[in-house]
């Protein structure tokens, strides 16, 4: 299959994400894959850490120095530390002293001022040029549907930031969704039920522990009385205090962003064209990203959609993998 967009071979693909950066060198695979994290000195405005060890110090951080995720649903919001950060990892993944082009993935549902953006940081990280590819299109190539032929393939992509679907034939996307609902939405219904109902305040990261942990889609994908410990802030006494959450709890706590999820994917369906409908009831969906491994969600899918899910062997690389794989048409 030949991607007619892609016109010179770039050496490495950058699956730029809310929570994860991916980076795919060719000829090797998958080289990096660390936490979309940057701690910034404030003092002098140095890059302390990035990744994994950045990620450790969220939260945790003394007063001069601050650790936070410099893009926000799939959007870059802070475009310096953003370029620090891809700066970062090309050198990591071994390509510093290459000035060649670098593919990104980005949500289907950019602006072309977001897309200017994406391209002006991955310059300024030290790429000669960058090329853009459409999230959903990359992860369909990286779970293996037949893109570039006359019939139709959905793929269902649950990132940290954003959700995007999108129905493909013939090298592209005939119809697409970017909802800007993810996991971190899910982790933030979590510590809002927690408020709500427990008067505890907890950080985000503890609450995507539980969800990792006790989370589930569907009533009966887990013992719905298994419990998780967290720990936080009483709300009424100041005090710090340990409590248990439930896997029912936790599944009525991101019921919310579930369903907008499950709406936008029928309303995507509603909009695909007759003739590639019936390619997809016997196809079904191919379901990536890091949110499909919470438990039940393709059978979530397959009860309110009707149509087979599968989801696809490594989740959380597949749009890198579809970058990657885009690198040698």
């Given at each position: 299959m030949r991607i007619p967009w892609v016109r010179r071979s770039?050496?490495?693909a950058v699956d730029l994400g809310t929570a994860n950066t991916v980076v795919f060198r060719r000829?090797?695979?998958?080289v990096l894959f660390e936490p979309s994290v940057v701690a910034v000195d404030e003092r002098t405005g140095r890059v302390h850490a990035v990744g994994d060890e950045a990620r450790r110090m969220l939260g945790r951080t003394p007063a001069t120095i601050t650790a936070s995720r410099p893009l926000r649903h799939g959007v870059i919001s802070d475009f310096e530390t953003t370029e620090q950060m891809l700066r970062h990892f090309i050198r990591k993944a071994g390509a510093g002293r290459l000035r060649g082009d670098v593919m990104v993935c980005v949500p289907s549902g950019l602006t072309q001022v977001e897309r200017t953006a994406v391209v002006d940081a991955t310059v300024a990280a030290g790429a000669r040029a960058a090329r853009l590819i459409d999230e959903p299109l990359a992860a369909a190539i990286g779970a293996?549907?037949?893109v570039g032929e006359a019939q139709g393939s959905l793929v269902v992509d649950i990132g940290g930031g954003t959700s995007e679907m999108a129905?493909?034939?013939l090298g592209g996307m005939v119809v697409s969704t970017s909802l800007r609902v993810g996991g971190y939405d899910f982790d933030e219904a979590i510590v809002r039920s927690l408020q709500q109902h427990q008067q505890l305040l907890v950080g985000q990261e503890q609450a995507e522990a539980v969800k990792i942990e006790v989370g589930s889609t569907l009533a009966g994908a887990i013992d719905e009385t298994e419990l998780a410990d967290i720990a936080g802030r009483d709300l009424t006494s100041g005090l710090l205090r340990r409590t248990s959450i439930s896997a029912g709890q936790v599944r009525e706590a991101i019921a919310r962003p579930l369903q907008q999820v499950v709406?936008?994917?029928r309303e995507l369906l509603e909009r695909t064209p007759e003739e590639l409908s019936a390619?997809?009831?016997t196809r079904g969906v191919a379901l990536v990203g890091g949110g499909s491994l919470l438990r039940g969600f393709d059978g979530l899918?397959?009860?309110e959609t009707g149509l087979p899910v599968e989801r696809d062997r490594d989740p959380?690389?597949?749009?890198?993998r579809g970058a990657g794989a885009a690198l040698h048409r």
């Open positions: 770039p050496g490495l000829g090797d695979g998958v293996g549907l037949p129905v493909t034939a709406e936008a994917l390619d997809l009831a899918l397959e009860r959380l690389t597949t749009v890198a």
